[in-house]
């Protein structure tokens, strides 16, 4: 159970030392518990005592969905990498030669996809600035370095390289007056997501330090936090040090006249099962902040209908607005966790037919890809030829905004950049 001082639940990591006995735990053998540890030095591996208490199901464990969502599966990696590492582990390999091998796997695993470095870094006085990307108009997104590590990773993560210790692989900024000129200057700039890593693993007062200064710009219409915290450790909002110090920062926000959005992650209906899950999303919706929801697709995970169903109906009971349903990300280990696009589409639009008005607000199978978010409408026959139908919701290139095309069907595409344009039909928008 969570460390308790008196009534109040205290943070307990959990990473790479706690490791090895919670997958003996999941009943894996010394062989793959050891290919366990092998994927966990490529990709981060961290979760807490709330996640294992009162999450997990340790009966199905390996197979249970928030034990997956968490924790290094074997098979993870490609299976010559993984026993390339694994034999070092056990035969006590030098550091330096660890880290090395591992430094290599990890760049074949693009680590920033979607041109994020290249193509959405801005600039301020000339000078690029880190800790920010700005790839629509409307909206820059703000790396805090105090914000970058998470209660808890998701074993899909696309945003891993933050967290494997390797400064050149990581994007933060500690600059509050440099958010605070860029948006000042950028009047078509009307909403800022601060995002990492998780933003509420700062205490309310660093976090006040980069919002605060944003609340007396005019153009400045929304203040977005991305955030699993509500998922993986609800007592941030409830019974934390600081916890009451949060919340009025977030009263704050929406008193200054602007919209407060809490992006909250929810990956699987188990995570809103408990009593303090649904106290803090009480909590932080007593605020006056919306709470909207999102997570990718994950193959073993939340690849059921039914899971999304019952997550969305669950979260309009609770007064949250379902979002987006996501497609796994061309990064880290992608080729484990994705699901097909005709398969994906398959499993929203059952999920979708389920839910009332009230949860249809939410938008997917969307991918989050270089020219824009591309939503999956559906699949059909064009002009004799079996065909997805796709529009972007956002874009680089407003042009694009709301522009329905067509790309040949494939049964294994799983991300833009693996379809083709239909024949007869024009190029695939925002690939040319």
């Known amino acids: 159970m969570a460390v308790q001082?008196?009534?109040r639940p205290v943070f307990r990591a959990l990473a790479l030392p706690h490791?090895?006995?919670l997958l003996a735990r999941a009943g894996l053998d010394d062989q793959d518990r050891l290919r366990?540890?092998?994927?966990?030095?490529?990709?981060?591996?961290?979760?807490?005592?709330?996640?294992?208490?009162?999450?997990?199901?340790?009966?199905?464990?390996?197979?249970?969905?928030?034990?997956?969502?968490?924790?290094?599966?074997p098979?993870?990696?490609?299976?010559?990498?993984?026993d390339r590492i694994a034999t070092m582990l056990?035969?006590?390999?030098?550091?330096?030669?660890?880290?090395?091998?591992?430094?290599?796997?990890?760049?074949?695993?693009?680590?920033?996809p979607s041109g994020q470095r290249d193509l959405n870094t801005p600039m301020l006085d000339g000078v690029p600035t880190e800790g920010m990307q700005h790839k629509y108009a409307e909206t820059l997104l703000f790396f805090p370095r105090q914000g970058q590590t998470c209660?808890?990773?998701?074993?899909?993560?696309?945003?891993?390289?933050?967290?494997?210790?390797?400064?050149?692989?990581?994007?933060?900024?500690?600059?509050?007056?440099?958010?605070?000129?860029?948006?000042?200057?950028?009047?078509?700039?009307?909403?800022?997501?601060?995002?990492?890593?998780?933003?509420?693993?700062?205490?309310?007062?660093?976090?006040?330090?980069?919002?605060?200064?944003?609340?007396?710009?005019?153009?400045?219409?929304?203040?977005?936090?991305?955030?699993?915290?509500?998922?993986?450790w609800p007592h941030r909002v409830l019974t934390d040090p600081d916890a009451d110090g949060l919340l009025r920062l977030?009263?704050?926000?929406?008193?200054?006249?602007?919209?407060?959005?809490?992006?909250?992650?929810?990956?699987?209906?188990?995570?809103?099962?408990?009593?303090?899950?649904?106290?803090?999303?009480?909590r932080v919706q007593s605020t006056g902040a919306v709470v909207r929801c999102q997570a990718p697709l994950i193959r073993g995970v939340n690849d059921r209908a039914e899971d999304w169903a019952v997550m969305w109906r669950r979260l309009v009971a609770l007064g949250a607005v379902p979002y987006y349903m996501f497609v796994e990300r061309d990064t880290g280990p992608q080729d484990y966790f994705a699901v097909p696009l005709g398969r994906a589409y398959d499993l929203f639009r059952?999920?979708?037919?389920?839910?009332?008005?009230?949860?249809?607000?939410?938008?997917?199978?969307?991918?989050?890809?270089?020219?824009?978010?591309?939503?999956v409408d559906g699949v059909a026959d064009v002009a004799g030829q079996r065909a997805f139908v796709l529009h972007y919701v956002q874009a680089r290139d407003p042009e694009l905004v709301g522009r329905p095309f067509f790309a040949a069907y494939d049964p294994d595409a799983r991300w833009l950049t693996d379809l083709k344009p239909l024949d007869g039909a024009g190029a695939l928008l925002g690939l040319s």
């Open 5 to 7: 001082n008196g009534d």
């Open 19 to 21: 490791l090895d006995a």
């Open 36 to 73: 366990a540890r092998a994927v966990a030095e490529v990709l981060p591996f961290r979760t807490n005592s709330y996640v294992v208490d009162e999450l997990i199901d340790w009966r199905a464990a390996p197979d249970d969905p928030i034990y997956r969502l968490v924790f290094p599966q």
């Open 75 to 82: 098979d993870m990696l490609p299976r010559a990498d993984v």
């Open 90 to 112: 056990r035969e006590g390999a030098p550091a330096d030669r660890l880290r090395a091998d591992v430094h290599e796997l990890r760049l074949r695993l693009n680590p920033h």
């Open 151 to 232: 209660h808890a990773y998701c074993s899909y993560c696309f945003r891993w390289p933050q967290f494997v210790g390797e400064p050149d692989l990581k994007m933060a900024s500690g600059d509050a007056e440099a958010l605070r000129s860029y948006v000042a200057s950028h009047p078509e700039l009307t909403s800022v997501l601060i995002t990492g890593g998780d933003p509420l693993i700062m205490s309310s007062s660093v976090l006040a330090r980069y919002v605060e200064p944003l609340l007396d710009i005019p153009h400045l219409e929304s203040v977005r936090i991305g955030t699993k915290a509500l998922s993986y």
């Open 250 to 282: 977030f009263e704050r926000v929406v008193q200054s006249g602007r919209n407060l959005a809490l992006m909250a992650h929810y990956s699987h209906p188990r995570e809103l099962e408990t009593a303090v899950a649904e106290q803090a999303l009480r």
């Open 350 to 375: 059952e999920a979708y037919a389920q839910i009332s008005g009230l949860a249809r607000t939410v938008r997917g199978p969307i991918m989050s890809a270089t020219p824009g978010k591309v939503q």
